[in-house]
């Protein structure tokens, strides 16, 4: 049997789902390739695509199957379990170092600017150990959207520091659920830099403290702490300035994120606030917003 795969957003980031697909069809003795629209003659093709605004791949391709899967498709298809618990095949992205993969699924906040809870439901269970997707690679790049969640943390948080690799939560680290005893694992875990986030006006409190305690435990200074801060949802521009500050003075690096920007003219004050804080260069000389010119 002869195979195709497409990843419709492109190369970028790799398809964690095709790699299992082309890992699983190996395994039964098929022939699997980045699909052609030229020369291929497929019995199968696999479509993924993760963005809904990424256009769709159009092109004819001459298969006697085509599956398409993914969040930029829709939420309901999910692989087969015999290929989810597989070992990723690296080799399709030619990745020589670095592993992908989930610990964890779901999410218990059920933010409404946030796929997650409908998708993969609202509690964060484990779904793997670390050995799943991990074979020595000297980096680590986790895709759990709430590792904290999990009652299991402990374990998880234990198989990554046991690692010695480098690790990435590419997702970020729920503040408001960190505790002590998570603290005391996240600082013994090998990081480049950690992200937080503080979108809404809820247990700010709480991640006010939470920040605190993580920073005083931390060896990592705000080049190493980043915590986005979501704007044009449910704050008014006041308190997006009072996060912004209220971050910095904390030893922490803000990061502002604009919910449905592209709605927003181009002048708009929260496009200048980005521009202010994201513009690290900027935000680091000149201290008020209101003396930035740009």
């Given amino acids: 049997m002869k195979v195709g795969l497409v990843d419709v957003d492109g190369h970028n980031f790799p398809n964690l789902p095709l790699m299992?697909?082309?890992?699983?069809?190996?395994?039964?003795?098929?022939?699997?390739?980045?699909?052609?629209?030229?020369?291929?003659?497929?019995?199968?093709?696999?479509?993924?695509?993760?963005?809904?605004?990424?256009?769709?791949?159009?092109?004819?391709?001459?298969?006697?199957?085509?599956?398409?899967?993914?969040?930029?498709?829709?939420?309901?298809?999910?692989?087969?379990?015999?290929?989810?618990?597989?070992?990723?095949?690296?080799?399709?992205?030619?990745?020589?170092?670095?592993?992908?993969?989930?610990?964890?699924?779901?999410?218990?906040?059920?933010?409404?600017?946030?796929?997650?809870?409908?998708?993969?439901?609202?509690?964060?269970?484990?779904?793997?150990?670390?050995?799943?997707?991990?074979a020595g690679q000297s980096q680590i790049k986790l895709l759990d959207p709430n590792l904290l969640a999990c009652r299991d943390k402990a374990e998880l948080l234990d198989q990554l520091i046991d690692s010695g690799a480098w690790v990435d939560f590419t997702q970020g680290l729920d503040i408001r659920l960190m505790d002590s005893s998570d603290i005391d694992k996240i600082v013994k875990?090998?990081?480049?830099?950690?992200?937080?986030?503080?979108?809404?006006p809820y247990d700010e409190k709480r991640i006010i403290n939470n920040l605190a305690a993580f920073k005083a435990a931390s060896r990592l200074d705000y080049r190493k702490l980043k915590v986005y801060v979501l704007t044009n949802y449910e704050t008014d521009f006041e308190y997006d300035l009072y996060r912004v500050y209220t971050l910095r003075d904390m030893g922490y690096d803000p990061y502002v994120m604009i919910y449905d920007k592209h709605k927003l003219p181009v002048g708009h004050k929260l496009r200048k606030l980005q521009r202010w804080v994201n513009g690290k260069q900027i935000f680091r000389t000149c201290e008020k917003f209101e003396d930035y010119k740009g």
């Fill in 20 to 134: 299992k697909i082309s890992a699983w069809h190996k395994l039964q003795g098929n022939d699997v390739e980045w699909a052609n629209p030229l020369f291929g003659d497929y019995s199968i093709v696999y479509m993924a695509k993760v963005f809904t605004f990424t256009p769709d791949f159009d092109i004819y391709l001459n298969c006697n199957e085509l599956i398409k899967g993914g969040t930029g498709y829709g939420i309901e298809a999910e692989l087969p379990s015999e290929i989810e618990r597989i070992y990723p095949d690296y080799e399709l992205y030619n990745i020589d170092d670095t592993a992908y993969g989930f610990l964890t699924r779901g999410c218990p906040r059920r933010c409404p600017f946030c796929i997650v809870t409908d998708k993969e439901g609202p509690q964060s269970r484990k779904v793997a150990d670390l050995d799943q997707f991990w």
């Fill in 189 to 200: 875990i090998k990081v480049k830099a950690l992200h937080f986030a503080w979108d809404r």
